[in-house]
Each structure stands twice: as C-alpha cells, then as structure tokens.
C-alpha cells in the first residue's frame, strides 16, 4: 500500500486474462472505517453496506460494484482504497529501452491535474500535462481526446443509421444509448442486460485508441506493435475495469496495457522530480493527438450528447451548424431532456442522465417501452467524468463531510447512552 | 461498540479542530462542494470556446479526422461504421445478470 494524493493504493497490476469481475477495485479499509454510513448513501447499487454490529463497511462483492469510487472520494476518513494500480509497472516500461510507451490521456485529465500541483479547481493544464507525458519518458503523446472525435464520427453515424432504419425488418431499436462511461456500460450489462441492443456498439474512446494506436499509429510511425504499450491515463476507476476486459483485443494484441488515474499521474511527475509549474505548453504528437472542442466536452455530462448533436445537425440537415453551443443539453445533475430541431429532417429528441440513480429512471422507462428519446446520454459520476473517481479530491468533500459526519455519530452515540 | 466509542473520541478531537481553524464553516460548505463540479465545467467549456486551445470544434473538422476517414487511402477509407470500423472500434457486451442473480441468492440486498 502507499499514499497517493490523499488515496490508499495496492501495489497490483492484474495480467492479462485476469476476470475483472473478481478484482476488487475499489474496497474499504476496516481498521479506518468510522461506521458513518456516507459512502453507502452515495452508492447506486448498494455494493457497500455495513457487515457487522459495528456498521463497518465493504464493498460486499465485485460483482456489485460498478468501481466508480464515488463511494471512495466521498469517504470523509479516507478509509477507502484503491485496489489496482500500475504506476510500478509502467515506471519499469519507461525505463526499458525496448518498449515503446504510448500516452492516451483522457479529456478530464487536464482539468484536474493542476490542482495536484496547486492550481485552482478544474484549471486546463493540457500543455503542461503533454509537456510532462514527455519528460516522463513516453515515446508518443498520443491523447483520447482524438479518440473521442472518432467516436462521435462512429456514434453519430450508428444514431443516423438506427433513426434510418426505423421499420425495418431486423432495425437495431431506439433510443440508442451512449457507451462510452465504463460504469454505466457495467451497470447496464448486470442490471438491465435486456437493454443491451439499446448501447452504442462503439467502444469507448479509450477502447478505440488502444487498437488504433497498435495498427494505424504503428503503421504511421513505422514500429512494431509488439513492441507497443498503451497507457490509459484516466479520471476514474472504472476505466481500470475496463482495460482489462478480456475481450478488448482486436489490434491482435491487448488493447489497452495500463490504466492509470489522475492522481496516479500527479504522484508520478512528483516522483520524477519533474517541476510541474515551469513546463512549456506543449502540443501531443499529430498522428493520434490533434482534437476538436467536440472532444474535450466529453468529460462534463451532456459533453457527448453536445458533440454528437454537433456532427447529427449538420449530416441529418445538410445544412452548417452555425452556433456549435448547445447549451440546452449541458447538464450538473439528475436527467435533462430536449427537443432538437433539425432542419430538413424533425425534432430529434435526447435525454441526458448523470448518476446511476438517474440513469436507472430512465432504464426503467426505456424497459417499459415509454421512453420518448432517440438518443440518451449517461455518466455514473455526477457531472461527468471531471468529476470521476480518479480525479484528485475535493477538500472541502471532506472537511464538510466530516462535520456533518460529527453531528451524526454525536447523535448516535447519544441515542445509545440514553439507552443504556 | 468499542469502535463507536473510538470514532466518537477521534471526531470530537477533529471537530475541535476545526473550530480553531475557522468559524461560520457549515453553511458554506456545501455550496463550496456543489461549485468544485461546476468549476471544472465551467474550465471544460471555456477551453471548447477558446480557439488558442482548439482550433476547431465540431469533430467532422479535425483534419486527422478527415485524413484517418479519407476515402482515398485513409486508414478507415470505408467511412464510419464500415467495415474495418467494425472489426477495430466496436464491440459486443455481456449479460452479467447472472452473477447479480448468484450474489443476490446468498442473500445480499441489493438496490436493484
Ligand atoms: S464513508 Fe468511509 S468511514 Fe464512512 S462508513 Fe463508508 S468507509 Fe466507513
Ligand atoms: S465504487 Fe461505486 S459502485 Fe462500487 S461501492 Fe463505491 S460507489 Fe458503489
């Protein structure tokens, strides 16, 4: 175990064809666990729960657990850990001569990195961050965010089909869901499996980069893919789940090699020694790191709803999109609904749904065979993926927390005396 | 119960430092953990707006883009959603709900 940015993490990198059903990503410290129940109220799926007389909790079973880690960056006693992590590993990578390490930073990233270092909340450092890839040792800066446009051409495209072929013998059914949070996809495959046709057949942007980095990249930069490892650099948990989904190996190798989150990535530029603050803004490497403004919103909720619309506008209306913000599907919290009206073609209608809870409203309606939408959206961490799991936390998360926390177990601890 | 007692201490020692350190602090807490989600929102639409970071804001506009898709030898020359699209950047998923059914069966509660 060691201290990361105010996180507990195993020293644990699973191999390849571990099942990530049976890792615990994210579990709870008992000898810390105050008994204060806080991280069973932000849990959607009830993984966490008391065990014993004393209300010392766990995560009960993998299998319950969607390793969004709200549960952890809500802990006011930090008493939750991370149970995977590959910063030993991916420092020996960096340092072999033979391997070529390739980044693949999400959007979130760069809106939480610089907090590390004492910026103020959610400060872009994206130059610093590819600046600081570099010094670290990594041969290509390549960036997510490339990825995310490439999905929003495949998911866009997936949506303008599925509406097409409405009617048809054999149409994929509508609405069509969003895959590219790792918590959610989880969640739908567990609880609602008979929605799976509902999910986008894309990949994730992640899940695309990885084997776009082994096949075109390799090609573009004339390296063997062999040689080639893959660095998910992520604002959450769950994306460490699934990067090692066995099934994830269409470069004919394994996609993704690591994941590691944004804490992790401050804890290494520390340990580097590299002076974060004085680094040049720096661009990523063309091939796979040039991205649009459609890319970096992905990491707020209602972000790919946004860029899809972007892409769906100007394809479904032949028509220019002239003003690209389309605020009415910018979303903090619970579900948001819109009609989009597209000239030359209808209403297309959207709904947007940040938080398992919410997102469980709206399965339920789409099981229901009431729901009204073409399109929907959903993020497990409120507010999208700035708000992830594996961003650095909030200190005033738990300052306040522990206070309300105070009150709470003064009471308990009243109620038993009075008792007695 | 030993634990309660523990924490209970353990909190009131916290608790007291808190109040050394700074007075009228509960009621603007939680406005202080809504706006740090809201702050790097707010980040995350800035930097979509500021053309100094991106020069381009619809994703059909990144020129990788147009040259990865490009129908004349691009890498995805069959357009998106084409055929090697579907061998490279799609996928299937997997009914997990037996596992769930399996967990539930030993008698874990559950919210769903
Ligand atoms: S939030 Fe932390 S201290 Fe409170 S019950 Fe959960 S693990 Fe224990
Ligand atoms: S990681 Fe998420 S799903 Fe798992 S126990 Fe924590 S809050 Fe619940």
């Known amino acids: 175990m060691r201290l990361i940015e105010g996180v507990m993490y195993r020293n644990y990198a699973p191999k390849d064809g571990t099942d990530p059903d049976r890792i615990t990503f994210v579990q709870v410290d008992a000898d810390k666990c105050q008994a204060c129940g806080a991280c069973e109220e932000v849990c959607a799926t009830g993984a966490i729960q008391s065990i014993n007389d004393d209300e010392i909790h766990q995560v009960v079973d993998p299998v319950a657990c969607m390793n969004c880690g709200q549960c952890l960056t809500n802990c006011p006693y930090g008493a939750i850990y991370e149970g995977v992590s590959f910063v030993d590993e991916l420092f020996e990578k960096l340092k072999d001569p033979d391997t070529i390490v390739v980044s693949m930073p999400a959007p979130s990233v760069r809106y939480g990195l610089g907090e590390c270092f004492g910026a103020a909340t959610g400060t872009y450092v994206g130059g610093k961050m590819h600046a600081a890839l570099r010094k670290l040792g990594f041969n290509y800066i390549w960036d997510t965010e490339f990825a995310a446009d490439v999905t929003i051409m495949e998911e866009g495209t997936e949506l303008i089909d599925r509406v097409k072929e409405q009617g048809e013998k054999d149409a994929r059914p509508l609405p069509q869901?969003?895959?590219?949070?790792?918590?959610?996809?989880?969640?739908?495959?567990?609880?609602?499996?008979?929605?799976?046709?509902?999910?986008?057949?894309?990949?994730?942007?992640?899940?695309?980069?990885?084997?776009?980095?082994?096949?075109?990249?390799?090609?573009?930069?004339?390296?063997?893919?062999?040689?080639?490892?893959?660095?998910?650099?992520?604002?959450?948990?769950?994306?460490?789940?699934?990067?090692?989904?066995?099934?994830?190996?269409?470069?004919?190798?394994?996609?993704?090699?690591?994941?590691?989150?944004?804490?992790?990535?401050?804890?290494?530029?520390?340990?580097?020694?590299?002076?974060?603050?004085?680094?040049?803004?720096?661009?990523?490497?063309?091939?796979?790191?040039?991205?649009?403004?459609?890319?970096?919103?992905?990491?707020?909720?209602?972000?790919?709803?946004?860029?899809?619309l972007r892409l769906a506008y100007e394809v479904l209306s032949g028509e220019k999109l002239n003003d690209p913000n389309i605020k009415v599907v910018r979303t903090h919290e619970g579900i948001k609904t819109a009609d989009i009206n597209v000239p030359n073609f209808g209403v297309v209608k959207v709904a947007i749904a940040s938080g398992l809870k919410n997102a469980a409203k709206i399965c339920d309606e789409v099981r229901a065979g009431k729901s009204p939408y073409h399109f929907i959206e959903i993020m497990t961490c409120p507010g999208g993926c700035v708000n992830g799991g594996g961003q650095p936390l909030d200190p005033e998360i738990q300052a306040s927390l522990f206070r309300s926390t105070v009150a709470q177990i003064n009471r308990r601890f009243r109620a038993r005396k009075i008792k007695a | 119960m030993k634990m309660k007692r523990r924490s209970f201490l353990?909190?009131?020692?916290?608790?007291?430092?808190?109040?050394?350190?700074?007075?009228?602090?509960?009621?603007?807490?939680?406005?202080?953990?809504?706006?740090?989600?809201?702050?790097?929102?707010?980040?995350?639409?800035?930097?979509?707006?500021?053309?100094?970071?991106?020069?381009?804001?619809?994703?059909?506009?990144?020129?990788?883009?147009?040259?990865?898709?490009?129908?004349?030898?691009?890498?995805?020359?069959?357009?998106?959603?084409?055929?090697?699209?579907?061998?490279?950047?799609h996928t299937e998923y997997i009914d997990r709900s037996a596992k769930l059914s399996a967990l539930k069966a030993k008698g874990y509660k559950l919210n769903f």
């Open chain 1, 177 to 308: 869901f969003t895959s590219c949070c790792p918590g959610w996809i989880k969640f739908a495959e567990t609880f609602y499996p008979d929605l799976m046709p509902n999910l986008s057949s894309c990949k994730s942007p992640i899940g695309m980069l990885g084997p776009l980095a082994k096949t075109y990249g390799a090609k573009e930069t004339d390296t063997n893919p062999k040689k080639i490892y893959t660095v998910s650099i992520m604002p959450c948990i769950a994306k460490k789940y699934e990067g090692i989904r066995p099934e994830l190996t269409d470069s004919g190798f394994s996609d993704i090699d690591a994941t590691i989150n944004t804490r992790e990535l401050a804890y290494m530029i520390k340990k580097a020694g590299i002076d974060f603050n004085n680094l040049p803004d720096q661009d990523p490497d063309p091939v796979l790191g040039e991205s649009t403004g459609a890319a970096t919103i992905f990491g707020n909720s209602g972000g790919v709803m946004e860029a899809a």
């Open chain 2, 10 to 89: 353990k909190a009131c020692g916290v608790m007291t430092g808190y109040a050394v350190l700074s007075v009228n602090i509960a009621s603007e807490a939680f406005a202080a953990a809504m706006s740090f989600v809201a702050s790097r929102q707010k980040s995350v639409y800035a930097a979509d707006a500021n053309p100094k970071i991106y020069k381009f804001r619809k994703s059909q506009n990144n020129p990788m883009i147009t040259k990865i898709y490009n129908k004349d030898g691009g890498f995805l020359h069959d357009g998106p959603c084409g055929h090697k699209s579907h061998e490279l950047l």
